[in-house]
């Protein structure tokens, strides 16, 4: 039986700066930005790519794939997930992993890392910025196995400044916007890609429909799923939390889903667990 403890008061002062800072300047930058020098091509495309790449090596990789291993894939794409995972500055995977299972394993409880029940400026960033968790990593034996996962998780800052900062800034440079790339493809791209979690750690457990689970905090709601590249439908995804879909149904908007099923279909990706015929608690 493995042990937990609840967070612990504490200001993480790498947080509380980091965050506010590189969000007011990808906030406000980026117009100022965009006014005094306009917006090349190529930077945008940097800029997307960027947002594409990470977001999905948080909701197909960190949580599909190493937190609920919905699927099976090879080591090139494992490398890519934790790459452009650690290039959002969430922790490493196997850290991820591990509070994400505690918080499905003990929802809205003391033990749960971002409990909603604690209040949205607290499962939103609170629990970030001014508590200290104890991590568990028993609950993720089957990943510490994995030699890159550990490495990732062993040089977490080697992985994230290299992918999420020197990576970008040297395109930046090479296509001759280096200011744009920072401004961009590092504040505002990962204060988008931060945020974007944070709100199926909030707005995803207060707001939506209890279609699947009417007890669950969890709710299913399109328009977070729009916002989160396609983990909105949360009810759904803590009733059946090994199913590679969150958005189950083929007009749901889940790009991540779509993204798991073009990888099987190029061979990169097999064995993708879906529930069958997963029935309504409440019509909606
Ligand atoms: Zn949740
Ligand atoms: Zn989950």
Redesign the pocket.
């Known amino acids: 039986m493995l042990k937990y403890t609840p967070p612990k008061r504490c200001t993480r002062w790498m947080a509380t700066i980091f965050m506010p800072l590189i969000a007011l300047i990808g906030i406000i930058g980026t117009p100022f930005y965009i006014y005094h020098n306009g917006l090349a091509l190529s930077e945008l495309a940097l800029f997307l790519f960027y947002l594409l790449a990470t977001s999905l090596a948080i909701t197909a990789g960190y949580?599909r794939f190493f937190?609920?291993a919905t699927f099976k894939t090879n080591s090139f794409v494992r490398f890519l997930l934790l790459f452009f995972g650690a290039a959002t500055f969430q922790k490493s995977a196997l850290r991820w992993a591990s509070q994400?299972r505690q918080h499905?394993q003990f929802t809205d409880t003391e033990l749960d890392p971002h409990s909603s029940a604690r209040g949205l400026f607290y499962c939103h960033v609170g629990w970030i910025m001014f508590y200290k968790h104890d991590v568990n990593f028993g609950n993720v034996k089957d990943l510490s196995s994995n030699k890159m996962i550990m490495h990732q998780h062993e040089n977490y800052d080697l992985w994230s400044i290299t992918s999420g900062l020197i990576l970008p800034m040297a395109i930046g440079f090479l296509i001759g916007h280096p200011l744009g790339a920072f401004i961009m493809s590092f504040c505002l791209r990962v204060t988008m890609i931060l945020n974007m979690a944070f709100f199926i750690n909030s707005s995803a457990h207060m707001i939506g429909k209890k279609t699947f689970d009417p007890d669950a905090s969890a709710g299913d709601n399109w328009f977070w799923s729009l916002l989160t590249n396609g983990e909105g439908y949360h009810n759904y995804?803590h009733k059946f939390?090994n199913d590679y879909r969150s958005g189950h149904l083929i007009h749901h908007w889940d790009p991540s889903k779509w993204f798991i099923f073009l990888l099987s279909k190029v061979g990169l990706a097999w064995d993708l667990k879906r529930t069958s015929n997963p029935t309504p608690a409440v019509l909606s």
């Open positions: 949580h937190s609920h994400h499905h995804h939390p």
